[in-house]
């Protein structure tokens, strides 16, 4: 009798108990060696025909385990499934930051998610942080709002816009980085607070170009170690100071070269003391001026006293010789200068003409030494004196004993001393007395000599000479005249008169100019200093 097993509904396939060879008594099912694991699944189909549970290729071509609809790629039996890998990028659900998006990064190597993997995230931890590619100093700034993206200390554009490191509102210009900040430039004008005379003030002068910051600059400053000392100083005469910079001598206020009488200084401008003046150039020199607020009343070098106070008006270095009373009585003596408003006119102008008409008081307007022409006469001077109860002779003609020599009515010289005058042809002169007391039994003796030649063409050696003889007696002075005619070179007839006894202001002789022979000054163009 034969036995058959029947197990249905069973996992197990059913085979007939004699070994047919089918894996069941079903003629239709399938033969045991084309299905191992009878589980209707034909070997060749079947990813594991050992195994009634596994897959089938139509459904798990790649045959691991996961069915094509649930396999990520199912031609790769080693990739992730849906069920565990949603966007099938093959990171896990678990290490996805987004396993919907296959483009989205992992958690290993994205912390907070947020795209940027953690070797280019500045805050991996942080999701809104920025990224070294927009911040490479990662201080939360992008480059472009950065103003140095190498240095999280910096400022940026929106307080700082220059960007020189100091923000807009301490900036004195944040649109200019050569600026300064207002801790250091107060007033804003480019120049550091401890390098500015008046940070309140931009237009103040710096230090290191006005050292003592009185508004002038080193160039312009003639002490910078000084504020009270600037062109704009008021200065004090007298004080050895220039304190306004002018550049002139502090002892001679009226600036005529010569310093106030009994004043001691140098004639190099700003030397104080002996040594230094002569270091510089200088000599130590003292004052005489006798006016120093009036350029006109000075001291004069070419004249016979240079200590003298006289009136110099043409600034030629001679005294006018022509001085009212109040003149005199103010202190001023009478100088040589014939023409005190022609500074080419005075003493020795013509130093090329013969002598003595060099020493004349002539015209050189172009300066060559050479006078123009004035036709005039010459009056020399000769003064001696005795003594009679003294046992030597007085020295000179007394000082208080002066011979006024008057050019139309004029006061042209006066002289107690030797000398030569010439007056212009066809202007009148005079000689006069000015006297004071008389010393009893002195005798004093002058002579005013002078010759004309004669206007004769036929006389040789024609002249006439003049003389005025004055003598003291015991009850006054005296004066008588001489007159010579010479025809030839020999006396013809002479001519004496004696006069009574003078007194203050006597006329002892009157008379005009004439030229004649005598022509003082040579020049033929005295506008060319190549004519002579």
């Known amino acids: 009798m034969l036995l058959f097993s029947f197990f249905w509904g069973c996992a197990e396939p059913i085979k007939v108990a004699d070994n047919t060879g089918y894996c069941q008594e079903d003629p239709q099912a399938n033969l ?28 798990d071509a790649d045959c691991d385990g996961i069915v094509t609809a649930e396999d990520c ?5 080693g990739s992730t499934s849906l069920a565990e890998d949603a966007d099938c990028d093959t990171v896990l659900a678990v290490d996805d930051c987004d396993d919907n998006d296959a483009r989205y990064t992992i958690v290993a190597e994205d912390a907070d998610c947020d795209g940027v993997l953690t070797a280019d ?36 554009l929106a307080e700082d816009a220059d960007c020189d490191g100091v923000l807009r509102e301490e900036d004195c210009d944040d649109s200019n980085e050569t600026l300064l900040a207002v801790a250091n430039d107060r007033d804003c004008d480019g120049v550091l607070t401890a390098e500015d005379c008046d940070d309140t003030n931009s237009g103040s002068t710096i230090i290191a170009e006005d050292a003592d910051c009185d508004g002038f600059v080193t160039e312009l400053d003639c002490n910078d170690m000084d504020e009270t000392i600037n062109p704009l100083a008021i200065d004090v ?3 050895g100071i220039d304190s306004d910079c002018a550049g002139d001598n502090d002892y001679d206020q009226d600036g005529d070269g010569d310093a106030r009488e009994g004043d001691e200084y140098c004639t190099v401008v700003g030397y104080l003391n002996d040594s230094d003046c002569a270091g510089a150039g ?45 003149q005199i009585a103010f202190g001023l003596s009478a100088g040589t200068d014939c023409d005190d408003s022609s500074i080419t006119t005075f003493p020795g102008a013509g130093f090329n003409e013969a002598s003595p008409i060099d020493e004349y008081c002539l015209d050189d307007a172009d300066g060559d030494g050479y006078a123009a022409p004035v036709d005039g006469e010459c009056f020399d001077f000769t003064f001696s004196s005795e003594a009679i109860l003294t046992s030597s002779p007085l020295s000179s003609w007394p000082g208080v004993r002066k011979i006024n020599v008057l050019v139309d ?25 000015i006297h004071s007391n008389i010393v009893a039994a002195t005798n004093h003796e002058a002579t ?78 005295d506008g060319d200093a190549n004519i002579h």
């Open 73 to 77: 790629d199912d031609n790769d039996a």
């Open 448 to 525: 005013i000599e002078w010759t004309r030649g004669s206007s004769s063409t036929t006389c040789f050696l024609c002249f006439t000479a003049y003389a005025v003889n004055i003598f003291s007696t015991p009850s006054g002075m005296a004066y008588y005249t001489t007159q010579t005619m010479f025809e030839n070179g020999i006396a013809m007839n002479s001519t004496f008169s004696q006069s009574t006894i003078m007194v203050s202001s006597t006329t002892m002789y009157t008379g005009t100019a004439a030229g004649h022979d005598d022509i003082f000054g040579t020049d033929g163009d």
């Open 237 to 239: 005469w007298y004080d």
């Open 32 to 59: 045991i060696e084309a299905d191992a694991d009878c589980d209707g699944i034909i070997t060749e189909e079947d990813c594991d025909d050992n195994d009634a549970g596994s897959t089938i290729l139509a459904e």
């Open 282 to 326: 200088g000599t130590w020199s003292v004052g005489y001026d006798c006016h120093d607020t009036n350029a006109n009343r000075r001291s004069l070098i070419d004249e016979s006293n240079p200590t003298a106070c006289y009136k110099d008006v043409d600034g030629d270095g001679y005294g006018d010789e022509e001085l009212t009373l109040n």
């Open 409 to 433: 009515e004029s006061l042209y010289e006066s002289t107690s001393s030797d000398g030569s005058i010439c007056v212009e042809e066809g202007l009148s002169f005079s000689f006069r007395y």
């Open 121 to 156: 995230d500045c805050n991996d931890d942080d999701a809104s942080s920025t990224i070294l590619a927009e911040d490479a100093d990662c201080d939360g700034t992008i480059t472009e709002d950065d103003c140095d993206d190498t240095n999280a200390e910096s400022t940026i």
